[in-house]
């Protein structure tokens, strides 16, 4: 938070500048206004989030001159509170906890604003600062986001980045059990990422590096699934934004990864406990799996349900309500969340200045009380 209090006007305006994108006020007022915190209470239909500073406005509402302004001073700004917001890019009805900690690489990427999400990435590069390997109050990093966001390939592309794969290799490498990144996608149908993983390998430019990581999350099993039963998994269209016919393209791709990845290290001679873990899961029965997962005095522990999907799974992108089996969900301080009949914030509504970077805000108790 800058130094020295700030009168509520002009931090008022401040904020509404970062939004309209009013270069000239930014610049004027920057040197007493710069990395302060709205601690406004939240107002969505004005477009007031408590927790924000300007830049995290000003990329919601894609100003994009606006961050450019904002980010030598801004650039390490992160969230201090819980925020709940709508979230179209992932699905119609889908909804995203922002957690404390979150930076503004994990928002550009979430907003799906290309431009944006590169230049953050780019001035990373440029000023020796980095927000590379810094993840979220729940140990989330930036680029699990491109595992499970609906958008274009220039954003996708950023996957395969120096900064991004160093992030795919510090989450593959951490000790808390979860989900791989290609779970997540294959739970939402993204066909689109899966592809451009494929058709970038094949290309010939990938580093070896970066293909044998994402072979390896391709053969990651968690509680005995693979990312292959996480596109059998049934979604509903308006909250994960995917129709069956996507979901089944993306199952395709998922075999063809899978296959892949299975061929390369068998032909190396590489990491040959995790292609046998994944040949042993996959000729495993549903009671085997359940027995495997009772815990002491026959108590079953969080994990598989009884159509051996998942159900409260540790992990670190959490999701609940999505489906009725609740596979990869419930768990407590998830991220991701379905909103129940509220359509009254986006997470990019680049409409009226009045309702611009619209999301709703909830308090921290109703945070907890949804995720029970």
Known sequence: MGCGAVDEGLLKDWFEAARSGDIEFLNKYSSRCQTQVDMRDSAPEYGVYTGFSAIHYAIVCDQFEAVQ???DAEYFCRLPYDCLIV???IGPRAQFVLREGMNIQH???????????EYILNYTHKSGHNLVGIPDS??????????????????IRHLHSDLME???????TGSKPSPSHLHMSGLFGRYKLVEHLLDYIKSGVATTQFVERIYSLALKTHKYQTILDACKIPMDKKRCGTSHAERQRCLEAMEKLVAKALEYFEDNGLEQDLVENY??????TDEDKLLLMKGPKGTKRPGLGLNGSLSNSSMNLGVTSLSDSNPFMNESKSNLDVANNNESGTL???????HRGSMLKISQKEINDNEE
């Open 69 to 71: 302004e904002l980010i």
């Open 138 to 155: 729940q140990g989330m990093f930036s680029v699990s986001v491109l595992f499970f966001i609906q958008t274009n390939d220039l954003v």
């Open 107 to 117: 928002l550009s990427f979430l907003v799906g604003n290309p431009k944006i999400s």
């Open 348 to 354: 990019s509504n680049r409409g009226s200045s009045s």
């Open 166 to 172: 160093e992030e795919i290799q510090l989450d593959y």
């Open 87 to 89: 979230a179209p890019s």
């Open 279 to 284: 040949k042993y899961v996959t000729v495993m």
